[in-house]
């Protein structure tokens, strides 16, 4: 599979078919897992979990004997750090034909975290269950799809801009960048918000966040800069598909953003 093709058959799995990960698949998942790394330096550890041993659950996902998690220190951009992994993960996973899904907020979140040994200054962003697509989606999970409109995304033309705020992007202007940033458009977020903005400037994408109510809660975590961190890997995949080496900063240009609308991190 080609990396666009890779990227527009993943999507969200609910069902699955009741296996649990062969052994070979769960070691390459594990071991690739164990050495991904995001651009912004902060480990992260990795679990692959026993649902029955250690009692874990999701009410929209049926079928999965396993999940696997992941959970990192708290600190500045660690949202945007577990974000980019777990997606690397996610797209390698698609790569073994295992489905996958990021939860963050349906699951026994307290069962997850005590499997993960959750200390008090960690965080346990999100899981995902593992295991083989079953033939045929469960009705909740259709239903699910539907009332979220997963199967759709926002026009090119709301999310990329060219120089600045005031000039959406023209696709013929992004030269070889418009199949990365295709593969940002078609990338998963939290009740598929889809809360990535890009402006292309002088060879330079800046990535904004563009905020939706109730993403960010009592301690100032930001579920939506999870969703940017996801971004981010697509983008940093699509240029890796084109052969080209990336580099990210944190360092805002300093353009005016619309109401909302927060800077995150440049990619050249
Ligand atoms: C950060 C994040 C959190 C999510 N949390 C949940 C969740 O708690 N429950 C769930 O069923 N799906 C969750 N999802 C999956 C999204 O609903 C899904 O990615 C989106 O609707 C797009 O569908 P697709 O992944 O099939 O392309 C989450 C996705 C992301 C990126």
Not at 177 to 201: D, F, H, I, T, Y
């Amino acid at each position: 599979m080609n990396g666009m093709t890779l990227i527009r058959h993943r999507r969200s799995v609910r069902t699955f078919d009741g296996r649990a990960l062969t052994p070979s698949d769960a070691e390459r998942l594990m071991q690739y897992a164990g050495s991904a790394q995001s651009p912004y330096g902060l480990p992260i550890e990795w679990r692959l979990l026993d649902a029955k041993a250690h009692g874990l659950s999701s009410p929209v996902i049926v079928g999965a004997e396993q999940y696997i998690a992941g959970k990192l220190r708290r600190a500045p951009h660690a949202e945007e750090a577990f974000g980019f992994v777990f997606e690397r993960v996610v797209l390698y996973a698609e790569q073994l034909g295992l489905g996958t899904t990021c939860i963050a907020g349906t699951m026994n979140r307290a069962a997850f975290e005590r499997a993960m040994d959750l200390g008090p200054d960690e965080v346990m962003p999100c899981v995902s269950p593992l295991g083989y697509p079953a033939a045929k989606p469960s009705l909740r999970e259709s239903m699910m799809r539907r009332g979220i409109g997963a199967d759709a995304r926002m026009d090119a033309s709301q999310l990329f801009f060219a120089g600045g705020f005031d000039s959406p992007l023209d696709p013929a202007r992004a030269g070889d960048l418009a199949g990365a940033l295709e593969m940002v458009r078609w990338a998963p977020s939290a009740v598929n918000k889809q809360p990535w903005r890009v402006v292309l400037r002088e060879g330079a994408a800046h990535f904004y966040e563009k905020h939706a109510r109730g993403y960010v809660d009592a301690s100032g975590w930001d579920l939506q800069k999870v969703d940017l961190g996801i971004a981010l890997c697509h983008y940093a995949y699509g240029l890796e598909q084109l052969g080209r080496a990336w580099t990210l900063t944190v360092a805002d240009p300093g353009l005016a953003t619309p109401p909302d609308t927060d800077y995150i991190a440049t990619v050249r």
